[in-house]
């Protein structure tokens, strides 16, 4: 199995920074790509930002400019700078990865994601 562990989340206010972190741990071979997604209660869960195992990043709109998303490929871990950070950025943030395993003798690509941390920002 894989596990992701996320850190970073917490309580700050507007025009501060943060800086989220996942951990993927486990029966990996290989991760094919990592994002974060955040969600607010009635909303379905949105992309904020995506990166490839060749760190090719996408952005959503709302975070262009502000937020960066970095990998560091020998811990297995992704990062989410967030700068800038406004009322509405608030949420709880999840970690996804799409992790190649090899499982009863080939290899097949897993969805996995994260527990969620809460990010407030708030005056």
């Known amino acids: 199995q894989v596990q992701l562990v996320e850190s970073g989340g917490g309580a700050v206010q507007p025009g501060g920074s943060l800086r989220l972190s996942c951990a993927a741990s486990?029966?990996?071979?290989?991760?094919?790509?990592m994002a974060w997604y955040r969600q607010t209660p009635g909303k379905e869960r949105e992309l904020v930002a995506s990166?490839?195992?060749?760190?090719?990043?996408n952005y959503a709109d709302s975070v262009k400019g502000r937020f960066t998303i970095s990998r560091d490929y020998a811990k297995d871990t992704v990062y989410l700078q967030m700068n800038s950070l406004k009322p509405e950025d608030t949420a709880v943030y999840y970690c996804?990865?799409?992790?190649?395993?090899?499982?009863?003798?080939?290899?097949?690509?897993?969805?996995?994601w994260g527990q969620g941390t809460q990010v407030t920002v708030s005056s």
């Open positions: 996804y990865a799409n992790v190649r395993r090899y499982v009863s003798s080939i290899f097949a690509d897993y969805q996995y």
């Open positions: 486990g029966s990996i071979a290989s991760i094919n790509a």
């Open positions: 990166i490839t195992s060749g760190d090719s990043a």
